[in-house]
């Protein structure tokens, strides 16, 4: 799903984009940093235990998000958290603004726990198996893309994914949140993969045809729409749907889309595959589609947002344009 706690673009924006943010992505590989990335669901449960009240640790801070205090961390650390402008301090009471979460031995900052904010950049399991779905797709491809863009790029982890797989490819990220765009040129630099972030409402800011297009964009049904997680209309498809029309028109031949996302199944049926398959009658794209899991974010389903489906599902699209 593509991707602060509650603080406006405005403010965050210089945060994320200056250099002391960096140098402490550096100062953080150093530590030998790890951290996978959990459903909200079950990062709510690891951190009510009471043993997990405070941070221990490094991961506790930067991974689990946990209130932490003098001498949990090195001094450094703690000034380059002060000097990236990310560090909360209430009393002896302190809290980090980001997360940390590692991908093949990449580093990607993205919002702290729990993500509440308009401008929240989400990283989560989904990201995962989206980066895995296109970094297996890649090595299909006979041929390496020369251009490639990602839309609702996020913390821009499936944008380098892309960009490690394909070096000599133009990598374009894409986003309406600001904050996310910035993450995207902190984590690539990271990462030393060219990726160049643009703010733009799907593609409407970038111009021409493209090899491959990725995307996992928000795919939920969100009651309060906050743009990481809401995908639009009554079963969370209309940006999903957004992303394939765009697709259709956007594609290079001999170009592809990957298309990671998430689908309410009701009563069997799959709303999400039933519009997808309307949209590309006449296209001429040939297309594939497959659940990656058929049951997820359970706990969902108790919302009244839900009431009409009988599990939440994860898939991926994969259309291609003949050469």
């Given at each position: 799903m593509g991707k602060g706690l509650g603080m406006t673009a405005a403010t965050e924006a210089p945060v994320y984009a200056d250099a002391a943010l960096r140098r402490l992505g550096e100062a953080v590989k150093e530590t030998g940093y790890r951290f996978v990335p959990v459903t909200e669901a079950t990062h709510e449960r690891v951190n009510r235990r009471p043993a997990n009240a405070r941070a221990r640790?490094?991961?506790?801070?930067?991974?689990?998000?946990?209130?932490?205090?003098?001498?949990?961390?090195?001094d450094g650390l703690v000034t380059l958290l002060d000097e990236a402008g990310v560090l909360d301090r209430d009393g002896d009471t302190w809290r980090s603004r980001i997360r940390c979460s590692t991908l093949d031995g990449g580093l990607f900052f993205h919002s702290a726990y729990?993500?509440?904010?308009?401008?929240?950049?989400?990283?989560?399991?989904?990201?995962?198996?989206?980066?895995?779905?296109?970094?297996a797709h890649l090595r299909t491809l006979p041929v390496a893309p020369r251009r490639a863009?990602?839309?609702?790029?996020?913390?821009?982890?499936i944008a380098v994914t892309v960009a490690r797989h394909a070096p000599e490819a133009e990598v374009v990220g894409v986003d309406i949140n600001p904050v996310a765009l910035r993450y995207t040129a902190v984590n690539a630099d990271l990462a030393g993969a060219r990726v160049t972030p643009v703010h733009s409402?799907?593609?409407?800011?970038?111009?021409?045809?493209?090899?491959?297009?990725?995307?996992?964009?928000?795919?939920?049904i969100d009651?309060?729409?906050r743009r990481y997680r809401d995908g639009g209309?009554?079963?969370?498809?209309?940006?999903?749907?957004?992303?394939?029309?765009t697709a259709v028109h956007r594609l290079s031949p001999g170009g592809s889309l990957v298309l990671f996302s998430g689908t309410g199944v009701v009563d069997g049926r799959d709303p999400l595959l039933a519009g997808a398959a309307t949209r590309l009658v006449g296209t001429g794209l040939d297309w594939t589609y497959r659940e990656i899991d058929p049951d997820v974010y359970s706990e969902n389903l108790d919302d009244p947002s839900y009431a009409h489906a009988e599990r939440i599902a994860v898939c991926v699209l994969i259309a291609e344009r003949r050469r």
């Open positions: 640790t490094l991961r506790d801070v930067l991974g689990w998000s946990r209130p932490f205090g003098p001498g949990v961390l090195p729990p993500p509440a904010g308009p401008d929240a950049v989400f990283f989560g399991p989904d990201t995962l198996r989206a980066c895995d779905a296109v970094a863009v990602d839309i609702g790029t996020g913390s821009g982890a409402d799907l593609l409407t800011e970038v111009d021409g045809q493209f090899d491959l297009i990725v995307s996992n964009p928000p795919f939920m009651p309060q729409r209309g009554r079963h969370g498809h209309d940006l999903p749907l957004a992303v394939l029309d």
